[in-house]
């Protein structure tokens, strides 16, 4: 492409990002001081339509960048927004806490992420998590319910509650404990798995009927519906979007981010530490073709661990987005980097 179209295209973008108004060349013009006449930046606007990088809205005389013109921005002309003090103080706050409790850390940095960058985040977290099982607890709420917790030796808890088809009394639910931690204490949680738990008990089942319970018991609190658990964070952002103004489109989205399968879709990526940028019809789930989606993963010792995402309109503003959310999940790999490596020590 060439410069001055280059220029007038990143006008375009700037101010439609800034303003979600259709921007003509008379404001191209007289805010960016490109050193043309309007008439030469109609002329150049004409020939970017022609291209498909900007379309006009039917109700307006300016124009507004389409996919492909985003596309071209980010690849080829999007320079990162340098990140404030207050913005790194922020993300190393979250990150300087105690997270024990994993689910409670991860909400805490979806919701600081909808707040740096006023858009919708979302996290995803695998479920068996990482860390050897350092203790397993199983705590009978009645004879009906049981609540198991697992230690993870990153200090990581995790814990289900789920219903038994069969009553079970403290003595029964004691002995199966006991069996469960002779056989899985010290055991990767990532390769905990209903198969593993089928070989190492396949004696003890053979023995005794409880042990079955116990396969129940671990297969529903390792596994469920997706293979990651899925955190979200500023979902009412999208009411100040003037895109989802449009309720049809606002319900679409809404019934996407409730649907934890086609969220995980969202977050696909490589396990790659290269951040990457889905825009309009390259969205993976139907129904999301108006909105850009930046995902980052992070990783521990080196391994990818889970993924952060930030879900927004097309008009996203990609250059402050991109570079929060690479320094977040540096900082969130580093964090949970070191984190690890002293549960080992």
Not at 1 to 10: C, D, G, P, Y
Not at 124 to 133: D, H, I, K, S, T
Not at 136 to 153: D, G, M, R, W
Request: aromatic share 6%; charged share 25%.
């Amino acid at each position: 492409m060439e410069e001055r179209k280059k220029q007038v295209l990143n006008a375009i973008i700037k101010d439609y990002i800034a303003n979600a108004e259709p921007v003509g060349s008379r404001a191209v013009s007289k805010k960016y001081d490109l050193g043309v006449s309007p008439a030469t930046i109609r002329n150049e606007m004409s020939d970017l339509e022609e291209e498909g990088y900007i379309e006009q809205p039917h109700t307006s005389a300016g124009r507004i960048p389409s996919a492909k013109g985003y596309r071209y921005y980010v690849d080829n002309m999007m320079q990162r927004e340098p990140l404030t003090s207050a913005q790194r103080h922020q993300v190393r706050e979250i990150m300087s806490g105690e997270f024990s409790e994993l689910d409670s850390f991860m909400r805490s940095c979806c919701n600081m992420i909808s707040r740096l960058t006023n858009y919708t985040s979302i996290a995803a977290v695998p479920e068996q998590g990482r860390g050897n099982l350092l203790n397993l607890q199983l705590v009978s709420i009645n004879e009906y319910q049981v609540l198991v917790i697992l230690l993870a030796s990153t200090g990581i808890v995790r814990h289900k509650l789920f219903e038994l088809p069969l009553p079970i009394n403290a003595e029964e639910l004691a002995r199966i404990e006991q069996k469960l931690r002779q056989y899985l204490v010290g055991a990767e949680l990532k390769n905990i798995s209903y198969d593993m738990l089928r070989e190492r008990l396949y004696d003890f089942q053979r023995q005794d009927k409880l042990a079955e319970q116990a396969f129940d018991l671990l297969e529903q609190t390792l596994t469920g519906e997706t293979a990651h658990k899925i955190f979200t964070g500023g979902i009412m952002n999208m009411l100040s979007q003037p895109e989802f103004q449009d309720i049809e489109k606002l319900r679409s989205m809404m019934s996407i981010i409730e649907d934890d399968p086609q969220v995980e879709k969202l977050l696909q990526t490589s396990d790659s530490d290269q951040l990457t940028v889905t825009i309009g019809g390259e969205m993976p789930v139907e129904g999301a073709q108006d909105c850009s989606m930046v995902v980052a993963n992070y990783f521990v010792n080196g391994e990818k661990a889970g993924s952060l995402g930030v879900l927004g309109p097309t008009r996203l503003n990609y250059s402050r987005t991109v570079s929060l959310m690479e320094f977040i999940a540096g900082e969130l790999s580093r964090t949970m980097s070191d984190k690890d490596k002293k549960s080992q020590e």
